[in-house]
């Protein structure tokens, strides 16, 4: 990956409801060489044994939601959040500070015009405001139910449970800077994608000229 001398980083959230094709999206921006963070991946690695979470959600929610090896279950954790709004809020007020923190220390070490962080939750968890820019993966709920069936084999009762969680559609479309509609036409994808890493390489410069004038004048 090139490398560059750089004042800030120009941080995009990426943000779409569940099986929208975030990860998709990701990785095509990652071919083009934008460093990507991704918010589920560390909620994973904080939820293991002897990590920063794990205790906090083993006194919470017990012993029950380990699977034979001593580890979080993740599906088990997941039935009980989407069956019990309270339950859910917890088990968030123990990840979220915990993500952000180390999604703050990723940027920090970031040498690259911009990055995208994957926040499935970025409207849920008040969090735009960390972001210059919000990029929102659009995608028919149809589409969604099928993709998250394929990839987790799990019932399309609990997907709805958890599209129904998350903010509607429209909400979420609001706060979009930027969006794309993925709704499995390749060709038009790989063209979005294109322009918009086009796009945020120029905007990255916007900011970074801004924040040189800004130091020079202090």
Known sequence: MQQYEMASVFTIALTGGIGSGKSVVASLFEKLG????DSDAISKNIILPNKPCFKEIINQFGKKILTNKGTIDRYKLREII????????????????????????????????????IVPLLIETKSTQRFDRILVIDALESLQLKRVVERDSV????????????????ERLHYANDIIVNNDEIINLNKSINDLHKRYL???NKKNINDVCHESRK
Not at 34 to 37: G, K, V
Not at 94 to 108: E, G, N, R, T, W
Not at 156 to 167: A, N, S
């Open 34 to 37: 934008a460093p990507i963070i």
């Open 155 to 170: 019932s399309p009762i609990l997907i709805k449970k958890i599209i129904k969680t998350q903010v509607a559609r429209k």
């Open 82 to 117: 989407f069956d019990d709004a309270v339950a859910r809020v917890k088990l968030e007020n123990i990840l979220h500070p915990v993500i952000f923190k180390d999604i703050d220390s990723q940027i920090a070490l970031i040498n690259y015009p911009y990055c995208l962080v």
């Open 202 to 204: 120029k905007l990255s």
